[in-house]
Nanobody, 128 residues
Framework: QVQLVESGGGLVQPGGSLRLSCAASGRTFSNYAMGWFRQAPGKEREFVAAITWSGSSTYYADSVKGRFTISRDNAKNTVYLQMNSLKPEDTAVYYC?????????????????????WGQGTQVTVSS
């Protein structure tokens, strides 16, 4: 089992920044690819970003490319999502997810069904 705990959400004005963190425990973190997803009210959960175990490959949804950056620190068992130039449409609950994937690429990592482990989510609200 892998336990995931997100933090760092909150209320921010349009154009502002937030950094989300996801702390993992339970298994060897470095064997897992990590993803961030989000879900707005009345909408399906959607892919935001993913990173392979080594950090050598990252993937982003078109809607966040150039604004968000995913990174990880395997020594701290933590994955991050730096969010810049935030827009009201970024408002959602953000979820961290993990899947055992000891490879350096993964076109499948954008699908929620690939991830068996999920955190409880953290709310991000972008509003003036």
């Amino acid at each position: 089992q892998v336990q995931l705990v997100e933090s760092g959400g909150g209320l921010v004005q349009p154009g502002g920044s937030l950094r989300l963190s996801c702390a993992a425990s339970g298994r060897t973190f470095s064997n897992y690819a990590m993803g961030w997803f989000r879900q707005a009210p009345g909408k399906e959960r959607e892919f935001v970003a993913a990173i392979t175990w080594s950090g050598s490959s990252t993937y982003y949804a078109d809607s966040v490319k150039g604004r968000f950056t995913i990174s990880r620190d395997n020594a701290k068992n933590t994955v991050y999502l730096q969010m810049n130039s935030l827009k009201p449409e970024d408002t959602a609950v953000y979820y961290c997810a993990a899947t055992w994937w000891p490879y350096n690429s993964g076109s499948n990592l954008g699908s929620p069904s690939e991830y068996p482990y999920w955190g409880q989510g953290t709310q991000v609200t972008v509003s003036s």
